[in-house]
């Protein structure tokens, strides 16, 4: 039998707000997506995840969902999202859509009827808070009109639902039967470790986001996924789903990719990993130890970019390491997931004003935290323009560009073999004709000391993470590489692979 399609698949994460704007108001639309299909068929990943573009009041850039069912006006209509699903299919790409089941928007039907006084059990209405803070700073309780207070794991306006409440099951296996309905390959499952919280909200002295506590990871949630896995199973075609599981233990995570739960989680371990051959190793040893099916991540729409994160007073080096951990990225079994504009090289935007700042982290923790905007500024597509290509006419993206982000632009660097773009492609697709060939396993080779090399099937892969060059590894010849090899080695800041003799 062929393995299914999700798991080796190179799947690019569409944060629909800042990729492309067809209607002309600053704001990326799923028409704008459809427009740059062809760009991202030729970049040569396998399917795109969309963020949410549901109808939202955009408390949260649309994780405020306030009709499961619909299409927000700013990005579209559902018309658009068929005609998008079925362009997609013809480019031979899948799509995965967001799915938010820890909260709703505020302005969601439910909870104005629990605020009128009815349906509070869809949410979690106390008559006194506990001592929980949200993600996004501040206290994770408000206090309706009634005196009565409302549990919010992120912003106000995104009440947690009460998963102990069975209309709240039944609501979201309808949700998810509606958007299979319209095609959808799979599911991004947000926050999915949430949803059930300790019997009695106890008090916590540690609210890390990551840890298993009275607020995340409660063993009810796992019989969620197995009736989820029960309907995506039921339809033809491989439907998958992908986790949001932030925990810091590869065997908690495993939990969730059970043979009858969900298919796939974000491995974030990888994303924290530290710049050395060591914290590289002992991840991937986690990793493929405990899940069946591995993914790797790099970046997202709430971290800041791994360029910048690798960044060091040499300002060359960030750029140079992120397309490191890129092609070791690509040589691992399992599917990787990108985030829109690495493949440019895209830097984190770290000096937004704060006026133009938007995310309700920046005003939950009263300017003291930036916020996530520095990842989610609007791609530069073409070198000029007032929004670099990324909406028609003169009118400006919702976030101001800086002033270097045309150097990045996508259609300069589709004509420049040497640029990050042409780079990304070809890693992908080389990775693609390779595929076939390479077992899910790997075997660790002697690496020199500040470097990694490790091999699977005919393919090599060595990166060097130290000071100083290394010698290659025997192989009969060089696949490709982040930069050249002079004289066998492989220097600072690179990655190569090689064809095994
Ligand atoms: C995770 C999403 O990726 C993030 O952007 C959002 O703010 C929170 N979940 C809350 O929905």
Not at 32 to 39: A, I, K, N
Not at 112 to 139: I, V
Not at 281 to 295: E, N, S, W
Not at 352 to 360: I, K, S, V, W
Request: proline share 10%.
């Amino acid at each position: 039998m062929d393995t299914p399609w999700w798991r080796d698949a190179v799947v690019y994460e569409v944060y629909v707000r800042s990729f492309a704007d067809a209607s002309g108001d600053g704001v990326g639309d799923l028409p704008g997506v459809r427009e740059r299909l062809p760009y991202l068929k030729d970049l040569g990943v396998d399917a795109i995840w969309l963020t949410p573009f549901y109808r939202s009041p955009m408390a949260d850039g649309g994780y405020d969902v306030a009709d499961y069912r619909d299409v927000d006006p700013l990005f579209g209509t559902l018309a658009e999202f068929e005609a998008l699903v079925a362009d997609a299919h013809a480019h031979g790409l899948r799509v995965i859509v967001d799915i938010v089941p820890n909260h709703s928007s505020d302005r969601h039907p439910w909870f104005q009827e629990a605020l009128r006084g009815q349906g509070r059990e869809r949410y979690l209405f106390r008559d006194r808070p506990n001592n929980w803070q949200s993600t996004f700073s501040g206290p994770a309780w408000t206090q309706v009109a009634d005196g009565q207070w409302y549990l919010h794991l992120f912003a106000p306006g995104q009440p947690d639902l009460n998963w102990r409440n069975p209309e709240v099951h039944a609501e979201f296996l309808d949700i998810l039967r509606f958007w299979l309905d319209r095609g959808v390959d799979g599911f991004r499952i947000d926050v999915a470790m949430g949803l059930y919280k300790a019997e009695g909200l106890p008090d916590v002295k540690d609210q890390s986001f990551k840890a298993v506590s009275p607020v995340w990871g409660q063993p009810e949630v796992h019989e969620v996924y197995r009736n989820w896995r029960e309907v995506l199973d039921s339809y033809p075609g491989e439907r998958m789903a992908v986790g949001e599981v932030w925990t810091d233990r590869a065997d908690d995570l495993a939990l969730y990719v059970r043979p009858d739960e969900l298919h796939q989680s974000f491995n974030f371990a990888w994303l924290q990993a530290p710049w050395s051959p060591t914290g590289f190793k002992q991840v991937i040893i986690d990793t493929l130890a405990t899940v069946p099916f591995a993914t790797w991540v790099l970046s997202n729409h709430d971290v800041v970019r791994h360029r910048t994160r690798y960044d060091t007073a040499d300002p060359g080096t960030g750029l140079m390491r992120a397309k490191a951990a890129l092609l070791t990225m690509l040589a691992l079994p399992g599917s990787a997931y990108l985030y829109q504009g690495e493949e440019l090289g895209l830097p984190e935007v770290k000096n937004l004003p704060p006026e133009a700042r938007q995310d309700p982290v920046f005003f939950q923790s009263k300017g003291e935290l930036p916020g996530r905007d520095g990842c989610r500024v609007p791609l530069p597509w073409t070198p000029d323009g007032p929004s670099l290509g990324f909406s028609p006419g003169d009118t400006l993206p919702w976030l101001p560009q800086p002033d270097d982000f045309p150097a990045f632009n996508a259609e300069t660097q589709a004509g420049d073999p040497e640029s990050t773009l042409a780079f990304y492609r070809r890693a992908l697709s080389t990775r693609r004709d390779l595929l076939r060939s390479l077992p899910y396993h790997l075997e660790w080779l002697d690496s020199p000391e500040g470097a990694l090399f490790f091999t699977r099937g005919p393919l090599i892969c060595a990166i060097n993470c130290g000071p100083a060059p290394v010698d290659l590894p025997p192989h009969a010849r060089v696949i490709l590489s982040t930069a050249p090899l002079p004289d066998g080695t492989l220097p600072p800041d690179t990655a190569t692979w090689l064809h095994a003799e």
